[in-house]
């Protein structure tokens, strides 16, 4: 405080180097450092230095308290960061652990989980701030028919470890994240459906619901009112269509526009070596002009990529199965006999770059910088691990090795020139 620091008697040597006397200034104040021996106004001199001493101790009350409160609460923030350092380290423990149990529980040993081996990679749908994984997890056929439901939820579990953020479902699945229409696409059935699809999912909303084939007893004008409405009540977040092809999408967008509605973000289409043009030349003329995403499904054209059916239809396999006659038809087609010889030059190719044959058919359609994520099917967790860790084999697939896997399949898309869709230079 400034009377403390203002008293010359504070901070002076003791009475060596002042006179014991007491000397009297023009103002008449006694000013002393030493307590003189002369009985004449010791009295004086005593209750000078007392009222000093109480004056310098006042001051010094007031000041100390507020350092030393400054110290306790450094030492308290201190105390309370270290708290907090400590529970986040007991949290994250715990969750190893239960990490640990759950990978015991499942013989999935840590130090092979895919969630450090995968390197899962994140791609926006579309022109929308949503980021999606670059695989996903597609429950068709599968889910709810082909595999009990112990292993659908350890292959949802194993896929959400491994970074996978995307589950397609609809209402003719079990269970999934995402949810199409498959009644039509009138008002009505959009949003009973999509309503019927939350109480069994248990969910409050979806974030994508797709508008899956095109209803040609429905106005698309309906159809986009409906979405905006499941939409704007928080039933889900966006919305997309699937085997929906340029013009019926360009037309959702056109309505959506004119009447101040919500468009749609992605399309989802079937892409795999054998099936190209949609994707490869229609959605990127799409993406370009109204921000259309890509959400592609059968990577390994149901199965046939796979080389399982080299020899055969295995009675386990899809193309036995009731109602997917069709596949068997595609297989012992002449087609089907020229894709076969394809893939076993595919094989060979693969056996080079050190990875299965679905493996590169998946990194192939990755390598596609316009397709935001490929949906994944699987009837076996090993399956599911091995077709994920296709994403380990993407930066193989150089501009080099593409030529050479497009020289085997001959069958690379060019766009026409003069349609609607064409690129512009």
Same mark, same amino acid.
């Given at each position: 405080?400034?009377?403390?620091?203002?008293?010359?008697?504070?901070?002076?040597?003791?009475?060596?180097?002042?006179?014991?006397?007491?000397?009297?200034? &023009?103002?008449?104040?006694?000013?002393?450092?030493?307590?003189?021996?002369?009985?004449?106004?010791?009295?004086?001199?005593?209750?000078?230095?007392?009222? $000093?001493?109480?004056?310098?101790?006042?001051? *010094?009350?007031?000041?100390?308290?507020?350092?030393?409160?400054?110290?306790?609460?450094?030492?308290?923030?201190?105390?309370?960061?270290?708290?907090?350092?400590?529970?986040?380290?007991?949290?994250?423990?715990?969750?190893?652990?239960?990490?640990? /149990?759950?990978?015991?529980?499942?013989?999935?040993?840590?130090? /092979?989980?895919?969630?450090?081996?995968?390197?899962?990679?994140?791609?926006?749908?579309?022109?929308?701030?949503?980021?999606?994984?670059?695989?996903?997890?597609?429950?068709?056929?599968?889910?709810?028919?082909?595999?009990?439901?112990?292993?659908?939820?350890? $292959?949802?579990?194993?896929?959400?470890?491994?970074?996978?953020?995307?589950?397609?479902?609809?209402?003719?699945?079990?269970?999934?994240?995402?949810?199409? $229409?498959?009644?039509?696409?009138?008002?009505?059935?959009?949003?009973?459906? *999509?309503?019927?699809?939350?109480?069994?999912?248990?969910?409050?909303?979806?974030?994508?619901?797709?508008?899956?084939?095109?209803?040609?007893?429905?106005?698309?004008?309906?159809?986009?009112?409906?979405?905006?409405?499941?939409?704007?009540?928080?039933?889900?977040?966006?919305?997309?269509? &699937?085997?929906?092809?340029?013009?019926?999408?360009?037309?959702?967008?056109?309505?959506?526009?004119?009447?101040?509605?919500?468009?749609?973000?992605?399309?989802?289409?079937?892409?795999?070596?054998?099936?190209?043009?949609?994707?490869?030349?229609?959605?990127?003329?799409?993406?370009?002009?109204?921000?259309?995403?890509?959400?592609?499904?059968?990577?390994? @054209?149901?199965?046939?990529?796979?080389?399982?059916?080299?020899?055969?239809?295995?009675?386990?396999?899809? #193309?036995?199965?009731?109602?997917?006659?069709?596949?068997?038809?595609?297989?012992?087609?002449?087609?089907?006999?020229?894709?076969?010889?394809? *893939?076993?030059?595919?094989?060979?190719?693969?056996?080079?770059?050190?990875?299965?044959?679905?493996?590169?058919?998946?990194?192939?359609?990755?390598?596609? /910088?316009?397709?935001?994520?490929?949906?994944?099917? #699987?009837?076996?967790? #090993?399956?599911?691990?091995?077709?994920?860790? #296709?994403?380990?084999?993407?930066?193989?697939?150089? $501009?080099?090795? @593409?030529?050479?896997?497009?020289?085997?399949?001959?069958?690379?898309?060019?766009?026409?020139?003069?349609?609607?869709?064409?690129?512009?230079?």
């Amino acid at each position: 405080m400034s009377s403390i620091v203002q008293n010359p008697c504070v901070g002076r040597a003791p009475a060596a180097r002042m006179p014991k006397s007491v000397t009297r200034e &023009s103002s008449g104040t006694s000013r002393s450092s030493s307590i003189s021996s002369d009985s004449s106004g010791s009295g004086g001199n005593i209750r000078s230095l007392l009222s $000093m001493s109480e004056s310098v101790h006042a001051n *010094l009350s007031s000041f100390f308290p507020e350092q030393a409160l400054e110290k306790e609460e450094t030492r308290q923030r201190s105390h309370q960061l270290e708290e907090i350092k400590r529970l986040k380290e007991v949290h994250a423990a715990a969750q190893l652990k239960n990490l640990e /149990d759950f990978l015991k529980i499942n013989r999935i040993s840590l130090r /092979d989980s895919l969630a450090h081996t995968t390197g899962m990679i994140y791609r926006n749908l579309g022109k929308s701030g949503l980021r999606v994984s670059c695989v996903g997890l597609g429950t068709w056929v599968t889910f709810g028919g082909q595999i009990t439901d112990d292993v659908a939820e350890e $292959m949802t579990t194993l896929a959400y470890e491994s970074g996978i953020n995307l589950f397609d479902t609809s209402e003719v699945y079990n269970c999934g994240r995402y949810a199409e $229409m498959e009644r039509g696409l009138s008002r009505k059935h959009i949003i009973e459906g *999509l309503r019927a699809s939350l109480d069994r999912l248990q969910l409050e909303y979806v974030d994508v619901v797709f508008a899956n084939r095109p209803d040609p007893y429905t106005p698309i004008e309906e159809t986009v009112r409906a979405m905006t409405y499941v939409i704007n009540r928080g039933m889900a977040l966006y919305w997309g269509t &699937s085997r929906w092809n340029s013009m019926e999408i360009m037309e959702a967008y056109s309505v959506a526009r004119q009447f101040n509605q919500i468009p749609p973000i992605c399309e989802q289409a079937e892409y795999h070596m054998f099936q190209r043009e949609k994707v490869e030349v229609q959605l990127p003329q799409l993406y370009h002009k109204i921000g259309i995403g890509a959400m592609t499904w059968s990577p390994l @054209a149901c199965g046939i990529i796979s080389g399982k059916y080299r020899s055969g239809i295995p009675p386990s396999a899809r #193309a036995s199965l009731k109602g997917y006659e069709w596949i068997k038809d595609k297989i012992m087609s002449e087609e089907g006999h020229r894709e076969q010889l394809k *893939l076993r030059e595919l094989e060979t190719f693969a056996q080079r770059l050190q990875c299965t044959l679905p493996q590169l058919a998946i990194a192939w359609c990755l390598r596609n /910088d316009k397709v935001n994520s490929v949906l994944l099917g #699987a009837s076996r967790p #090993a399956q599911l691990v091995e077709n994920i860790r #296709a994403i380990q084999v993407l930066p193989k697939i150089t $501009m080099s090795i @593409a030529a050479e896997i497009d020289c085997i399949l001959k069958n690379k898309p060019h766009c026409k020139k003069g349609s609607r869709f064409s690129k512009e230079h």
